[in-house]
Each structure stands twice: as C-alpha cells, then as structure tokens.
C-alpha cells in the first residue's frame, strides 16, 4: 500500500506535492477506483497520496455568466444527480450519474476521478463529451485548458502529465432549442459496468437539426463519436426513417471487441438499439426518462461537509489518527496504510461492519462518514483523521433497537445475517431523508447492498415498517 499520505489544506499544498513526488504520487478523493488499482497491483510504485478532499470550495457546481457551467475536481456523482443546475443544463450527465454504482459509490467517487480513470466504459465521460466538455489542467508551471476529446491517447491512457491536477471541468449549458440523453444498457439494474452506452445531443430549429452530436462508450479503447451519424441528421426532421438510418450509421461506427460481458456483434447491434431508443425519446418529447424527481442520495437530512483543515497534514506510518466514532475519540497508531473498513474492525475492534468483497460491491460494509453513507472498504483509513464516523454499533441507543433493527427483527428479514448491519445503515440513512419513502426509493437505497440468502422481500418490508413506526412515534 502507500508508505505516505498528505491530506492537503489548500490546492498550492497538493500540487507542490505532485510536482515533488510526480509518478510516485496520486491525488485521492473518492478513491472508489484507486484503492482497488493499488490492492490489485495495477498501479505500481505509489508511495504517497494527496488527499485533496478537505480542500475546501472544490465540490461546486456553478454556471457562469457565459452560460458556462463549471464543476470541481470533488464534486461527486451525486452531487450532479441532486443538481438543478445538471438537471436543467446538462440532462444527459445527470442521467449517466445516476447510472453509476450505487448510493454509496455515488457519494464518494468524482466525476474528475472518473474521467481520469479513463475506461472507455465509465458512464461520465460520453455525456461530456457529447456536451462539447473541456478539462483545466494545473501545475506548478501552470495551466492548460484540454478539449475531453484529445484528453485520451489510449485504454487508461490520458495526457495528464504527474506534476498536474484537474482542477475544473467546464462545458457549455444546454439551450432550450438543445436537447440531449443518455442512455445505458449492462447486465443488471444497477452496480453494473456498462456493456455499452450512448450520449446524444441535438440542436434544433423549427423542428430541423442543426447539429448533432453522438458519442458511444464501451465500443473501442475510448469513448468515440459517430461522426457519420451526426452528419446524417444535419438538416432532418427526426421522423421514424432518419432515426433508423442514424442508428445504423452509429452502429457502424463502434469497433468493440468481445468480452466476458458482450461479444463484438452484440455491443454493435446494442448501440443502434440505444441510438435508436435516444433519438426516439428526443423526438417525442420524453428525453427525461426515468431519472426521477427526487433521487435518493443516502445523505440524511443535510449536504455532505467535510472539515476542512488549519494546515496540510503529512501522515506515515508513525502518525495518529484521531478520530471520533459513534460520539466516543479514539486515537491509532497503527492501520495508517488500510482501509476503513480494517481499521474500523481491526483497530477500533468494531465488528459490526462487515467484510464481504472489499471492493465496493456488497455493501456490506457501509457506515457514515461525516454524515454520508459510503463503503468503508473503499476508502482509506488516514481519512478517518478529524472526521465523523458511525457504524452499526452506534445505531441503537443504551435501552432499545433503532426502529430499522426492531422492524428488522419483527418482519424475519435476516438469514445469516452478514449482509444485515449494511442494509440497515443503507435504510437508516434512507429514512433520515426521506421519512415516508415510496417502494421505488427504497429499491433504490439498497441498490448497493447485496444479500445472498434471504431475497430482498422481507428487508422492503421491514423497512416500510420501520417507516410507519418512526412516522407514528411508535
């Protein structure tokens, strides 16, 4: 793991840093993608993390006067998914944000940290791209400001230099005669990789396009536009003909290869039936979809803070961690280089949170930290340092269960039980936001949590009993 771990105060301490160490450096904020590279020994030769996650002003999301709108290298997935300014500007990239992971996943991976990774199968980049995005680059030496198209030389590759941060991503925002989508198709509901995705954006005029843009994902080493396709509709009304010759056009355009998700032919089939679907949906006025109104989040009752810090902290592995979990301070001195998640069971002897893939998949091991709900195995345990933690242990109080844990017990909704502390963090923090929550939001809420035994049928129902009690004081 990293021998050295630098939570930056301020964005002159984090580049200093970077253009010390260079490839023996990483910047970390949501490090859903990092930590996994780092333990799976895809990324080698990491001996110091930059911890840019307490500096503070980089999680906003903000229009400009030149109808500009600019995000910050730790604005999340969800902070695009709550966003009027994304909803109403940039529909698409509120749809492919929505499609990423699961609530806990969301709350703590970047869009930056998504496009940097650069798998030609992360859902944020095609929307960008389709919306014309650019990336600002800083340095020591200074900045440079990179069309999202020229960003990629390759599978994982980027231009970005190991001295430079992305500080800003910044596009222009949709206009009203302007409409775009995004659309995803992979092999589950959700927590799922796409086997293929489409972004299109459409300028009008008197019912006419007057341009076009089609970007694809997972269908060559970075995400592409259908250049033939976009041609093609310049001038056209979206009658049925011109969707199904544009549609034929983009499939053509992708060059996949085979997998064990899809083989080639199938990803070029899918991407007709995307553009297809987009292009219809746009047409007729239905472009919206299925993002809802009122997503759930796993935020509770109020926007995600983290504190921010006097001076820039340099941890090794002789540095203590202070910490404060379910309202008591604990102290380490050892489990620097782990995840929460270990430190949480192996040096705070808290073995409530479980361990089930360690990568971000189960759920199982999902607690609060600093009011938001995310998955402990996904994040480094120097990022406990000055922060709030709770976990299963803290859910109940001295002389009775939490209503999700009574309601829990009162319904049978545990088999063996492992996958139960996640679930109930997950519908805690549900209903901390949404009190009276329909059947969709609490499918959604649990979208990161994976239970092998029980079925899912008795955790709905005893967290809609859970709900009525609370509701009725009970």
Not at 59 to 74: A, F, K, N, R, S
Not at 175 to 204: C, D, E, M, P
Not at 215 to 226: D, E, Q, R, S, Y
Not at 324 to 336: L, R
């Amino acid at each position: 793991m990293w021998q050295e771990y630098v939570s930056a105060a301020t964005l002159e301490d984090a580049l200093r840093v970077l253009a010390q160490k260079r490839e023996k450096a990483r910047v970390v904020a949501g490090a859903t993608d990092l930590i996994l590279e780092i333990e799976r020994g895809v990324r080698k030769g990491i001996e110091t993390l930059v911890d840019v996650t307490r500096i503070p002003n980089l999680d906003q999301i903000v229009l400009d006067e030149d109808g500009y709108l600019h995000l910050g290298p730790l604005v999340t997935h969800n902070h695009c998914v709550a966003s009027k300014l994304i909803r109403e500007y940039a529909l698409p990239l509120a749809q492919a944000t929505w499609e990423v992971g699961s609530p806990q996943i969301r709350n703590r991976g970047t869009i930056a940290g998504n496009l940097i990774t650069a798998s030609p199968a992360n859902d944020t980049i095609t929307p960008l791209m389709a919306l014309g995005a650019k990336v600002r680059l800083r340095s020591l030496r200074g900045e440079r400001l990179v069309a999202l198209e020229d960003f990629y030389t390759g599978v994982r590759r980027t231009v970005l230099e190991p001295d430079e941060m992305l500080v800003d991503i910044v596009f222009p925002a949709l206009k009203s005669n302007q409409h775009g989508i995004f659309l995803k198709y992979a092999l589950r509901r959700a927590q799922a990789i796409s086997v293929v995705n489409a972004a299109i954006v459409l300028t009008l005029e008197a019912e006419r396009v007057v341009h076009a843009a089609i970007t694809l994902g997972a269908v060559a080493p970075t995400i592409i536009h259908a250049r033939e396709a976009e041609v093609y509709l310049v001038g056209r009304v979206l009658d049925t003909e011109t969707i199904r010759q544009a549609a034929e056009l983009a499939a053509q355009a992708a060059r996949p290869i085979s997998d064990i998700r899809g083989s080639a032919e199938y990803r070029r089939y899918m991407v007709g039936v995307l553009v297809r679907r987009g292009l219809t949906a746009i047409a007729q006025g239905r472009e919206r979809g299925n993002l809802p109104a009122s997503p759930v989040l796993l935020w509770g009752n109020a926007v995600p803070n983290s504190r921010t810090l006097q001076a820039t902290i340099v941890h090794t592995p002789n540095t203590p961690i202070r910490t404060t979990i379910n309202g008591k301070a604990y102290e380490f001195t050892s489990g620097q280089n782990k995840t929460l998640l270990r430190l949480l069971r192996e040096e705070a002897g808290l073995i409530g949170t479980k361990e089930g893939c360690a990568e971000g998949e189960c759920g199982a091991c999902t607690v609060f930290l600093d009011g938001v709900a995310v998955m402990s195995c996904m994040v480094p345990a120097v990022r406990a340092h000055l922060a709030e933690i709770r976990t299963i242990e803290g859910i109940a109080t001295d002389d009775r269960l939490h209503p999700v844990q009574q309601a829990f017990v009162e319904e049978g909704a545990v088999q063996c039980g492992y996958c139960t502390p996640g679930f109930i963090m997950s519908a805690v923090k549900l209903l901390e936001e949404k009190p009276r929550p329909s059947i969709e939001d609490i499918q959604h809420a649990i979208t990161g949590n994976l239970c092998r035994c029980t079925g899912y049928y008795k955790i709905i129902q005893a967290i809609e009993r859970a709900a009525e009690q609370q509701t009725e004081g009970v």
